[in-house]
């Protein structure tokens, strides 16, 4: 049974590494290319270590390479990530950065398409797919995703809107020194990146359950099984029979909404389920706390 376990582990943190892997020749393949060719700034610290390659080349025709500006800059980051969120996405995160970097500065420059707005869209679309698979497995992009998985973890806010708003700050600098275009191309390409993030990684993103069903205790089970999340038990009348009905009440997380209806349905084919979008959750709130 150890041997089982063990073999499970090993194949769960070789996958974690495989993905990690494939963002990170995304991010890197995205910054050569489309970033590159559009002279555009990501936001976050890979903006701000761009911003700081294009100030040294063009004032002081000094080159440097990604690696020796992106890495330092995230050691801040990094001791966030192991002192409040945990030692293994901070590896896993850590390892992402540098095999990024380092891909960054060993990749050729391949320009797909020189359309301003096409690579704007898709260039900020890889960068999603990129810190969302990051995200997935339990690791992030680093820079300002440290910050914004601290904030969700701690406070149970979903800030990546607010990291948007945050770099635009970096953009208006770049668009004064390289032209107000840029700029603005850069904020389409960190909104289609933020958009995307949001629809890959759904674990702050909150569902509200209505379940009117004959078997609250069996579908309570389930709840509780499945996510570790409370439910509360309302009686009530149908107005049409005039029948006692049974309703729960319980919040879960829009990862976990898909097998708690699921795990429903196998129950009681009969429930009848509500799911509703969640703004706003205050109290507690059972969330699976990271390695």
């Not at 050569?32 to 270590?49: E, H, M, R």
């Not at 060993?106 to 890889?126: E, K």
């Not at 909104?191 to 078997?215: E, P, V």
Request: hydrophobic share 45%; net charge positive; aromatic share 12%.
């Amino acid at each position: 049974m150890d041997l089982i376990e063990t073999n499970n582990g090993l194949k769960k943190e070789l996958f974690r590494l495989a993905v990690l892997t494939i963002g990170a020749s995304i991010s890197a393949f995205n910054i050569d290319s489309f970033v590159t060719t559009g002279g555009l700034y990501p936001g976050g610290f890979a903006g701000v270590t761009i911003l700081i390659q294009r100030v040294a080349q063009m004032f002081f025709q000094i080159s440097i390479p990604y690696t020796a500006i992106y890495v330092p800059i995230n050691m801040i980051p990094i001791w966030i990530g192991l002192r409040y969120i945990g030692k293994k996405f901070t590896f896993y995160s850590l390892y992402f950065i540098v095999l990024t970097s380092l891909l960054i500065d060993i990749l050729p420059i391949i320009n797909v398409t020189y359309d301003i707005l096409l690579i704007s869209i898709f260039g900020g679309m890889l960068n999603g797919i990129a810190i969302g698979l990051c995200l997935i497995v339990g690791a992030s992009g680093g820079g300002t995703d440290f910050i914004s998985i601290y904030m969700s973890e701690k406070k149970g806010i979903d800030v990546w809107n607010y990291i948007l708003f945050a770099n635009v700050i970096i953009l208006i600098i770049a668009g004064i020194l390289f032209g107000i275009d840029k700029a603005m191309y850069s904020i389409l390409f960190q909104y289609a990146t933020t958009q995307l993030i949001q629809t890959l990684y759904k674990r702050q993103q909150k569902q509200t359950l209505f379940i009117i069903t004959d078997k609250p205790n069996e579908v309570y089970e389930k709840i509780i099984n499945l996510t570790n999340h409370d439910a509360t038990l309302f009686k009530g009348q149908g107005l049409y029979k005039g029948k006692e009905r049974n309703m729960l009440y319980s919040v879960v997380s829009s990862e976990e909404s898909d097998r708690v209806i699921n795990a429903i349905k196998e129950t009681d084919d009969n429930a009848f389920v509500n799911m509703v979008e969640t703004k706003y959750l205050g109290g507690r709130f059972y969330r699976k706390p990271k390695e």
